[in-house]
């Protein structure tokens, strides 16, 4: 397992962090492999309700792929395993988005390359002023893969991902603010604060309800819904003890404790 990538958890909330900020947080395959092993164990985790990824220095959240690692006819990163497993960048970041529990991108610095859809598969980001983002591949002759152009354009619309990838634009903090890359803009002594506070009221709501509407939405988003699932997972929130607490909680006038079922 990649020292560069961390799993930690505390109670109903994991954390992830990039721990390479010597090299900006960027991503070698080992260290992609490594994230997603974390996911698989977030995944079956079922006393985890959120996750948060984040990473260390004050510099850069995430600088991307190692650019390094890429070699010509493999753009995206993307490699089986040993385990035949598919392992790279695109993977990750559809894994990341798929996530079972809702994700905080907690996004310490700025954000290069890769790292910019990396956080875009988070539900919520939480930037730092004076963070910056840029993503140069029409600088390096790379066609970015159809996941991530699907979240710069389903997320932030086709004008504003045009600027990201047919104009390699570089956005300050305010402009990534005012374009809804980022959710939230603090300074960074209310940084952790902000993060912790978002984090205890993911973990305070209905865990089968979030994830849930969650998959739904995302399912929406991606125009491949299916009604009928969504509608079960409807049902599933019906007939749970979650629903039972939460409306007794409310007649109690008391903060509701949620199971999970």
């Known amino acids: 397992m990649s020292e560069h990538i961390l799993l930690t958890i505390d109670g109903p909330r994991a954390t992830i962090t990039l721990n390479n900020p010597a090299v900006h947080n960027r991503l070698a395959p080992a260290d992609i492999k490594a994230f997603i092993a974390h996911l698989d164990t ?8 959120l996750l948060v990824v984040t990473g260390a220095g004050e510099k850069t959240f995430c600088a991307g792929f190692d650019l390094g690692s890429l070699k010509p006819g493999a753009a995206s990163g993307n490699a089986d ?17 798929a996530s079972r529990v809702p994700t905080i991108g907690a996004l310490n610095g700025s954000v290069y390359g890769g ?3 990396l956080a875009l598969a988070c539900d919520f980001r939480i930037g730092i002023r004076g963070m910056r983002a840029f993503l140069p591949a029409g600088r390096l002759g790379l066609h970015y893969y159809p996941s991530g152009l699907r979240r710069f354009t389903e997320r932030l619309g086709p004008g504003v991902a045009k600027r990201f990838l047919l104009l390699a ?6 402009e990534l603010h005012r374009i809804g890359y980022v959710d939230w803009l603090v300074d960074r002594s209310a940084f952790a604060a902000k993060v912790d506070g978002l984090a205890a009221t993911i973990g305070g709501l209905a865990p089968l309800s979030l994830t849930g509407m969650k998959a739904s939405i995302n399912d929406i988003a991606c125009a491949v819904f299916d009604e009928d699932v969504i509608r079960q997972r409807i049902r599933t929130c019906a ?5 039972v607490e939460g409306i007794a ?11 999970g079922r």
């Open 42 to 49: 977030i995944e079956t985790a079922t006393d985890v309700r």
């Open 81 to 97: 395993g040993s385990d035949g497993k598919r392992y790279g960048f695109e993977v990750l970041c559809d894994r990341l988005e």
């Open 115 to 117: 790292g910019t859809d």
């Open 169 to 174: 634009e570089e956005f300050d903090d305010a």
């Open 239 to 243: 007939m749970s003890d979650d629903l």
């Open 249 to 259: 909680a409310v007649n109690d006038k008391r903060k509701p404790v949620f199971r």
